[in-house]
């Protein structure tokens, strides 16, 4: 299902050879970047993907949204796609987000590859068959769960990323570690970020790793009815944070997703069992990956309440989190009072 750098080629080019008379048409959605950036490279290794129907949008968490899906739409109508065209999407989790999500609702269901090209993308985004779209600054609120033909990885994208964007990554990876293997947490927590852009090595294997963990995790619970909520830890405050800040001052998924790992890493040691030294340890290396600068203020944070009265996993009107037990175990359905919340920001 995934595979990787140069064997991942052959088996998506080999697909695309046994499939030729099954697949009508191929399209290739991309942003502005990924447009320059990762397309030819794509070509460079698949050059009969050169004849495909390259669909463009704008790059940016804001064009997740029900108008871009139009527009893809209106291209896949306008170039004829049928049920027997393949949609490959190429470029970070807003792409494999979008692209899997019309995946899902056009035709009432065409076949998609993700190929994704962040660091996000390929620990995170673009695994466990979630599709999903914005609505305003809600984040996902609507979307499905659709599964692609397979996933490739190829790590020669990391190295057009820019240093903000693997550390949007590797946040998602001490999640990982955080929520179900301390082993991995500790493997992470010895790596820098200049290491892991210099050395291909270490970065393949532990992103096999973190791949791995998030995927048995999913194999579990493909719908997140139980266990997969855990992969939702940092994410409750993570999303509030990101949606506020969306149409004020654009924030990483990495970056706010650390800031709610830290901040419900807090919670945790006040109500969930966790140990004041794990919670030390795990603010230090979270705080020195991306540091907050400034304080949230208290207009804020009432604004941030609001946004998370709207989150998915939350159940008769209680916001809901996933809380760490220890480092490497985690807890889901936990319901946390407001005045708790309101104190994690304040610490």
């Not at 995934?2 to 064997?7: R, V």
């Amino acid at each position: 299902f995934i595979h990787f750098n140069e064997k991942a080629y052959n088996v998506l080019k080999n697909y695309l050879l046994y499939q030729v008379d099954s697949i009508k048409n191929i399209f290739i959605l991309v942003d502005d970047i990924t447009h320059t950036h990762c397309l030819p490279i794509l070509f460079q290794n698949i050059n009969f993907l050169k004849k495909s129907n390259v669909i463009k949008i704008k790059s940016g968490e804001k064009e997740k949204n029900i108008n871009t899906c139009i527009q893809i739409c209106k291209n896949l109508e306008k170039f004829k796609a049928t049920r027997k065209s393949l949609i490959i999407n190429l470029g970070g989790g807003v792409i494999t987000d979008i692209g899997g999500f019309v995946s899902s609702i056009f035709k009432r269901g065409i076949r998609f590859i993700n190929i994704p090209t962040t660091l996000l993308g390929m620990v995170d985004a673009a695994i466990g068959y979630k599709t999903g779209i914005n609505l305003d600054s809600i984040k996902n609120e609507i979307g499905s769960f659709y599964i692609p033909e397979f996933l490739i990885i190829d790590t020669h994208f990391l190295k057009t990323l820019p240093n903000k964007e693997i550390i949007s990554g590797m946040a998602e990876m001490l999640k990982h570690g955080l929520i179900a293997d301390r082993n991995f947490w500790e493997k992470m927590n010895q790596i820098q970020t200049n290491i892991m852009i210099k050395n291909e090595n270490k970065w393949i294997n532990l992103i096999h790793q973190s791949i791995l963990i998030k995927q048995n995790i999913v194999n579990q619970d493909p719908k997140e009815k139980g266990l997969r909520k855990i992969l939702n830890f940092g994410h409750t405050i993570g999303h509030a944070l990101e949606s506020y800040f969306m149409n004020i001052n654009k924030i990483l998924h990495g970056v706010a997703i650390t800031m709610g790992m830290i901040y419900e890493s807090w919670i945790s040691s006040k109500i969930n069992g966790l140990s004041v030294s794990d919670y030390k340890e795990i603010k230090s290396t979270l705080s020195t990956l991306c540091p907050i600068e400034n304080k949230i203020s208290d207009l804020e944070i009432n604004k941030l309440l609001l946004i998370m009265e709207y989150d998915k996993k939350n159940e008769k009107n209680k916001i809901q989190f996933s809380l760490l037990k220890e480092i490497g175990k985690c807890s889901y359905n936990c319901q946390v009072p407001c005045s708790l919340i309101k104190e994690s920001f304040l610490n």
